[in-house]
T-cell receptor
């Protein structure tokens, strides 16, 4: 049973460029959440996708956008990159079809460096 | 707003017991989770408390007091591999499943021989 996978593992971009990060959820999961984790900090919630729609959003500018596909995989897009966007980007999957509150399972992350 | 406070660092020796505290302020509360993250790795789920009391999972236990907005993670029989960062997180209950998680800044646990 494959867990959450993310690609690429590492990425180097320059200021002003655009980047797309990808995530495949754990088998059986239908909800994908994206988090940004700066060095030495806890993950910060960016947004969550369910049924191909953004359902919740954290305090991130519109430069951050996403998409969920019919197979539940997801993309995170960041436009007009800033130096401060350098971070570990984590994808987490969970299921809305279960009863009660389900655990979020995290992928290994994509390390983005903006020069 | 929502915020969580936990100690930034804790050091203990192999075989000892360590407790990592977490206090939180949230506008709504549906449960307190704990995650472990090794350097360069992904956060992995350890435990979840929705109700007051103690939850035990092997060497790890987690406690919650909703009236005090307080919880802790207890790690027993510490091993070197337990050296990692530990995060408490609060989450919303959205349509029956977890919504977004709000994380604390993490506690870096160093286990010494």
């Amino acid at each position: 049973d494959a867990g959450v996978t993310q690609s690429p593992t590492h990425l180097i971009k320059t200021r002003g460029q655009q980047v797309t990060l990808r995530c495949s959820p754990k088998s059986g999961h239908d909800t994908v959440s994206w988090y940004q984790q700066a060095l030495g900090q806890g993950p910060q919630f960016i947004f969550q996708y369910y049924e191909e729609e953004e359902r919740q959003r954290g305090n991130f500018p519109d430069r951050f956008s996403g998409h969920q596909f019919p197979n539940y995989s997801s993309e995170l897009n960041v436009n007009a990159l800033l130096l401060g966007d350098s971070a570990l980007y984590l994808c987490a999957s969970s299921s809305r079809t279960g009863v009660g509150t389900d655990t979020q399972y995290f992928g290994p992350g994509t390390r983005l460096t903006v020069l | 707003g929502q915020s969580l406070e936990q100690p930034s660092e804790v050091t203990a020796v192999e075989g000892a017991i360590v407790q990592i505290n977490c206090t939180y302020q949230t506008s709504g509360f549906y449960g307190l989770s704990w995650y472990q993250q090794h350097d360069g790795g992904a956060p992995t789920f350890l435990s979840y408390n929705a109700l007051d009391g103690l939850e035990e999972t092997g060497r790890f236990s987690s406690f919650l007091s909703r009236s005090d907005s307080y919880g802790y993670l207890l790690l027993q029989e510490l091993q070197m591999k337990d050296s990692a960062s530990y995060f408490c997180a609060v989450g919303g209950n959205y349509g029956g499943s977890q919504g977004n998680l709000i994380f604390g800044k993490g506690t870096k646990l160093s286990v010494k021989p």
